[in-house]
């Protein structure tokens, strides 16, 4: 249930109504071009607009039905802010297709590390809607991430393949996506991390990527299969993880036996 008022909520409007009861966050200030897109933007034959601010480090882009965590602040071309995770502190995620067009689009142009504005005609945002933030909208986004929608189990769910990792303890692991960053934490950090969990006849038990929000705890805090496992990772990477029920939850309760996990490090807090 939950994660469907999350979707109808995205699919409505990118985020604002979500907000309404939250406080009003801090205002960012307007690009000097809010107004209008300037002469060395790039503009698509759907009336899109967009201009790298910062260049990716990843090189791979994400489709429609990948789930993203981004960061983002959103103006009227009058100036004024309507919506902004920065201001919040805290990113956001949530499947590409299910915000308006001018996102769907625009963000499938990023890489992960990349910022870019995005100036949004009103026929690829809300139309007109009344409620929601009129003509053209401009939106700087940062993406710090992506992934597949776990719709279903890997191919590789009942055992980890031969070229999968194995460390002392019997914790098999395979990356799946290089990270971006050089710093490992350790098990006292806290971590921010999307992950889907599946037991090894391919049923998924746990996801941050259907809830649509990431998961933040300490890593001594979780089972020893995570803890281990998430320190061999840095920010950015995508890792498939095969957890002996021995570091898992050592069958004193459900789900039993080997737990497999696709486990992305969105960020390590300290």
């Known amino acids: 249930m939950r994660s469907v008022v999350l979707a109808a909520l995205v699919t409505t409007t990118l985020f604002g109504a979500a907000l ?20 060395d933007a790039k503009k698509t034959a759907s009336g899109l607009a967009t201009k790298v601010l910062q260049p990716g480090t990843g ?27 920065v201001s919040r502190g805290q ?7 299910r915000v308006i067009a001018g996102w769907t ?6 890489v992960v590390g990349e910022k870019r504005r995005l100036w949004i005609p009103e026929a690829l945002a809300y139309k007109g809607v009344d409620g929601r933030p009129k003509g053209m909208l401009v939106f700087e986004v940062e993406l710090l991430s992506f992934m597949e929608p776990p719709t279903k189990a890997p191919a590789d769910v009942k055992a980890a393949p031969a070229d999968a990792k194995k460390t ?44 649509g929000q990431t998961a933040t705890f300490p890593l001594d805090g979780v089972i020893a299969g995570w803890t281990e496992g998430v320190q061999l990772m840095v920010e950015g990477e995508k890792a498939r993880f095969w957890i002996p029920e021995r570091l898992a939850y050592k069958g004193q309760s459900p789900p039993y036996g080997v737990l497999v996990f696709d486990i992305e490090l969105v960020k390590i807090n300290n």
């Open 20 to 39: 309404a009861a939250q406080t009003a966050p801090k205002v960012i200030p307007a690009p000097a071009d809010v107004a209008s897109p300037p002469a």
């Open 59 to 85: 090189k791979d882009h994400p489709t429609a039905e990948d789930q993203v965590t981004v960061h983002y602040t959103g103006w009227t071309t009058d100036g004024k802010m309507f919506d902004s995770s």
């Open 168 to 211: 002392a303890s019997g914790l098999a692991y395979k990356v799946l996506r290089e990270g971006t960053g050089g710093r490992h934490p350790k098990a006292s950090s806290s971590v921010t991390v999307h992950y889907t969990g599946w037991t090894t006849d391919g049923k998924m038990f746990d996801s941050s990527v259907v809830r």
């Open 105 to 110: 689009e625009g963000v499938q142009l990023m």
């Open 91 to 97: 990113p956001a995620s949530f499947p590409l297709n």
